[in-house]
DNA sequence: TTGAAAGCGCTAACAA
DNA sequence: TTGTTAGCGCTTTCAA
């Protein structure tokens, strides 16, 4: 056998070999401790550029017990990656961790696989549908965890969310401020919170003004452009066709859009409508859709930060954030005509 | 002080004394070896569920020197995240990974920054624009390497990429066979090879069809619709207006119908466009777009199995796969008026 | 079928 | 300022 074995990975004893030092000066350097006297330190720098030393990482965070990593887990439901919503989260999340210098750790889930959170220091749920049962279980094995777009009072973890209902009452708002009377909405799906609090906001607020909100303007979409068109097409089949319309995303809203304008049906002079998300689809409509924005982006952000926190025991108490969404008016809506 | 020292992580040893066994016959119920009396796996189960016992990746990985995750390093440039060609990509990685167990990094890098690529089993470069540099860095220090959407001939890696040429073939022959002579071509980015290769494989085959492309037909986009809109606009006001543009995005043929309707041109009769990427956005524009469709789900995807392979070994040779885009046909295109 | 013990590559007391 | 050494939690010979 001449055969030559595989070489090895090269560690960090043959740094120390041809540096003429001890492991314990390497790893001092590699992990910028003071202690090093400026000859060793450059002799150690040198041969760690000429082997090209990488640490091996998981020996790092087996000897330390610390884990600089962050697990994203997001539904895998088909679609969900052409939503604006999970892009925007990945984005934030990913930009937040490159700032911190976190890996992240991606994991698409049907929710019933079991999760295992060992190899992550913290994890961050982005949005617990079915998954409630991974929560639960990575809380128990006491993996930090931080819930992302659900107020999830009821189970003990941390979460930042948006303020879905001061969403919705915001929509009213402006509709009302508008001089509207006969307003109609096209729903999120209502068992998801954001569908359900946004219906919520946008009633009570109706209610507040004392505008009524007839049954049959409100009608239950689940975010898809399909069930806003059959909602579109119902709504303007009213014989008291409503003059403004609030669809709880902008996809939605821009299938009613084109519904209406199929219809002959002008906008915004005979119809405003608003929606949701502020996606980019919004810039590229035919005509600019007044919507209203959510800080996607900023929460994803911000939840990598108070997980970053709490992995370092830095943050106090449960953090409960509620991000407040705001209005970006464009050319979708106007007064009513009389 | 009677405070109680925070409880470790329960380990495989908390195990072995629960179940009365050896830390050994633990491991090897972790790792399905056969080896074990029903017995003592049933108790070592019993105890694994009881204790909420995961094991710990970081110390299985040194252990075993494998690592089975790997790292998806996507250029950070703004705005990559909201195009379709990203979220395929990282869908379609998502998806591969999860179908052979494998950990997902996600490193959004601006190509400058050093990669510590010894985390991770193997690396998957999706596109190499600035960070060559990257690639060769991780190729040297032996961690295995995918490129994605490079035709990297020059850089003794495997890839696996789109056959660009053959998309520009593919949208000059249907614009040909519909009996365009006149016909315009908004390229995409020419600094990158999707670019480049779209431009040369559409010339080529007019010229094998003996059909002139006049130079003031080619314009030099950058895959932006801002790009695509100042394009349109000459190519609209030229003396003699082609009958036909193929644009080498979805985004920047949208953004030329668009200008080419605000100016009175009919779709597809005066006007026929082929756009690039059958990119949802595609689906609800006013007049369905005929486009160029490219398998980068299919691309992504095959890119973890291909690295998959070489990590283990199974793969005999550099890869160099060129996947076909293929044609689909929908509303905007129709022969030319004569 | 089982277990003792030697690492995997690194960090962190501790001693010098 | 430096080095020795004992782990971190697991896998894997090797013997029994």
Known sequence: MTEEKAKKRISIEDVAERAKVSITTVSRVINN?????????????????ALKFKPNISAQRLATGVNNSVGLVMPGYPGIFHSFYAIELIRGVGHACEALHLDLVFHITNGFNPLNTNNVGGVIFADIIENRKQVESALSVGTPCM??????DDMDVDYIAIDNAL??????????????????????????????????????????????????????????????????????????RPTAV????DDMALEAMTVAIELGIKIPDELSIVGFDDSPACLYSSIGLTTVKQPLFEMAEQAVKILHQIVNEKHKGRAKEILPPKLIIRESCSAPRS
Do not use: M, W
């Open 147 to 152: 819930v992302i777009n659900n107020k999830a």
């Open 33 to 49: 401790v003071a202690t090093v006297s400026p000859k060793n330190r450059a002799r150690v720098e040198e041969a760690i550029s």
């Open 246 to 249: 609030f669809a709880c995303s």
């Open 167 to 240: 969403g919705g009452k915001i929509a009213a708002d402006y509709l009302i401020s508008l001089g509207h009377k006969n307003i109609a909405i096209i729903t999120g799906n209502l068992s998801t919170q954001a569908g359900a609090f946004r219906l919520a906001g946008f009633k009570k607020e109706l209610e507040a003004r004392k505008i009524q909100l007839a049954p049959e303007n409100i009608y239950e979409g689940d975010y898809s452009r399909r069930s806003a068109h059959s909602a579109a097409e119902k709504l303007f089949a009213l014989p008291n």
